[in-house]
C-alpha cells in the first residue's frame, strides 16, 4: 500500500504555537510506529514543511532533526526532530528568574492594554528599546529568551554542516514565508532554492522570478530568513539581510541591496501554494495538514463587543487572510480537474490535493486571547503542547480508519457548534 504524500503547513501565532509542538511530536511518533508496525494500513511519508513565524520554528525544528547532517550523525531521524521540538520550546520559554518576571510583567501589561489602560508606545528603534534588552541580559535573561538569532543559533548549531546531498535525494521540502518591507513582495525561504543554487537536483524550476515574477519572491533557506519571518515590526527592528538581488521596473534589470523583513503573518500564514510549485505532479504532496492557530469562526455568543475581543478577533483574522486565499486557490484547482480532467495542458501538471485541519478544541479557542500569545510561561506552553499530542491522537486513528471519507477543508475548520 503506497504511503500518502504529505506537506504539513504550520501557522504562526506566537506562543499559542506551542500547540503545533504537541502536533508535530505526535505526528512524528505516530508515523515511526506505523512504519515499525507489520499491518498493511494506510500511512503516510512527510514530503515538506512550511511555516510563518511561530508556525515557521516548528517547521524548523522538524526539518532540521530529519535532514541529515555531516557534523551531526544524529541528524536525519525522527528522534532528533522530536528532540530539536522539545529544545526548541523549553528554551523559548521563561527559565530564568528574571525570565519569569519579564514575562509576567508582560502579561500584566498587554492585559490591562486589552481593558483600555493608557500606555504609552515605544518604537523598537528607539534606544531605550535595545538598553531594555541589554539590562535584561545583565540581570540573567538569557540570548534565546531575547533574540531568534540566539534561539536559532543553539537550536541548529550546525545548520551549515547540513548534507544538502542527501537532502536533494530525501526531497525533503522547508519553506518559510516573510514579507519584504521595502518592497512589498510576499516571500518564502525555500530549501529547494539552496539546492538550485548548489546546482543539485531540485523537484522546483528555477524561474526568472527577476523579469516575468514580480511580488512573489524565493530565496535560499537561511536561518537569517527563519528570523524574518518571526520578527513582529511593533517590537523588534525589522530583519536585515544584506546583498540580495530584487527586480525593478525596467525589464531585465535589477537592483543589489540590502533586503528588510517583517513577520510572514504579513505575506503567507504559512505558505501553502508554494507546495505546488513542482517541476512534475509526481513531486506534489497528496494532502496538506494545516496546522492551524487561529480559529477560523467562533460561537456568536464568544464574539464581544469590547474593544480587547474586538482586537482579538481583529488579530486572528489577519492571521488567516492569506491562508484561506491560498487554500481556495487549490480547491479551484481541484474542481478544474473534476470538470475537466488532467489530460491537457495546464492542468496535465496537477492532481487533486485532499486539504484537511487540526485544529485546537473550541473551548480552547475560547479561553485563548491576545495577550496570551506572548506568554511564555512554560505551564502555558505544556498545555498547549499536550492538547496538540491528544488532538493529533485521535485525529490520526481517524484518517486511518475513515480513509477517503474523513473530513477535509473547508467543512474541517469549523466548530460543530457553529452554525
Not at 512504519?35 to 494506510?42: C, G, K, L, V
Not at 538569557?142 to 544538502?164: H, K
Not at 487533486?352 to 505551564?379: H, N, W, Y
Request: aromatic share 10%; glycine share 6%.
Amino acid at each position: 500500500m503506497r504511503a500518502r504524500k504529505i506537506a504539513i503547513a504550520c501557522q504562526g501565532g506566537g506562543a499559542h504555537a506551542a500547540f503545533t509542538w504537541g502536533v508535530l511530536k505526535e505526528i512524528l511518533e505516530t508515523k515511526q510506529a506505523w512504519d515499525d508496525s507489520s499491518e498493511r494500513r494506510p500511512t503516510f511519508d512527510i514530503a515538506a514543511l512550511s511555516g510563518t513565524s511561530a508556525g515557521a520554528l516548528c517547521a524548523l525544528a522538524a526539518w532540521y532533526g530529519l535532514s541529515p547532517n555531516l557534523a551531526d550523525p544524529t541528524c536525519g531521524t525522527v528522534d532528533k526532530a522530536m528532540d530539536r521540538l522539545d529544545f526548541l520550546w523549553t528554551t523559548f520559554g521563561a527559565v530564568t528568574p528574571i525570565e519569569h518576571v519579564h514575562n509576567q510583567f508582560v502579561q500584566t501589561c498587554l492585559q490591562l492594554k486589552e481593558l483600555g489602560a493608557p500606555f504609552p508606545s515605544l518604537s523598537p528603534y528607539h534606544p531605550g528599546a535595545g538598553l531594555a534588552l541589554e539590562s535584561l541580559a545583565m540581570l540573567g535573561a538569557r540570548a534565546p529568551y531575547l533574540n531568534f538569532p540566539g534561539l536559532l543559533e543553539v537550536l541548529c548549531p550546525d545548520f551549515a554542516s547540513i548534507d544538502w546531498r542527501q537532502v536533494s535525494r530525501y526531497k525533503l521540502r522547508l519553506l518559510v514565508g516573510a514579507v519584504e518591507v521595502v518592497s512589498g513582495n510576499f516571500e518564502v525561504f525555500d530549501s529547494e532554492k539552496s539546492l538550485r543554487e548548489m546546482g543539485l537536483p531540485s523537484i522546483c524550476q528555477d524561474t526568472d522570478q527577476y523579469d516575468a515574477t514580480r511580488w512573489r519572491m524565493r530565496r535560499a533557506l537561511c536561518l537569517e530568513g527563519v528570523a524574518a519571518s518571526g520578527t513582529l515590526p511593533e517590537a523588534l527592528p525589522a530583519q536585515q539581510i544584506p546583498d540580495l538581488v530584487f527586480p525593478t521596473c525596467q525589464p531585465g534589470k535589477s537592483v543589489r541591496r540590502t533586503g528588510y523583513y517583517w513577520d510572514g503573518l504579513y505575506s503567507q500564514n504559512p505558505p501553502v501554494r508554494d507546495f505546488l510549485d513542482t517541476d512534475d505532479r509526481d513531486s506534489k504532496p497528496d494532502e496538506i495538514w494545516v496546522i492551524r492557530i487561529n480559529a477560523q469562526e467562533v460561537d456568536p455568543e464568544d464574539f464581544g463587543t469590547e474593544l480587547d475581543a474586538i482586537r482579538d478577533r481583529m488579530n486572528a483574522l489577519s492571521g488567516n487572510l492569506s491562508l484561506v486565499q491560498e487554500l481556495d486557490h487549490i480547491l479551484t484547482v481541484n474542481r478544474w480537474l473534476r470538470e475537466y480532467g488532467d489530460t491537457r495542458p495546464p492542468l496535465d501538471k496537477f492532481k487533486p490535493i485532499d486539504v484537511r485541519t487540526i485544529k485546537m478544541t473550541c473551548e480552547t479557542t475560547q479561553r485563548l486571547r491576545l495577550a496570551s500569545k506572548f506568554d511564555r510561561d512554560p505551564t502555558h506552553l505544556a498545555e498547549l503542547r499536550d492538547e496538540g499530542q491528544l488532538v493529533t491522537r485521535q485525529w490520526l486513528r481517524d484518517w486511518q480508519e475513515q480513509g477517503r471519507d474523513f473530513a477535509a477543508y473547508p467543512d474541517d475548520a469549523r466548530y460543530p457548534a457553529t452554525p
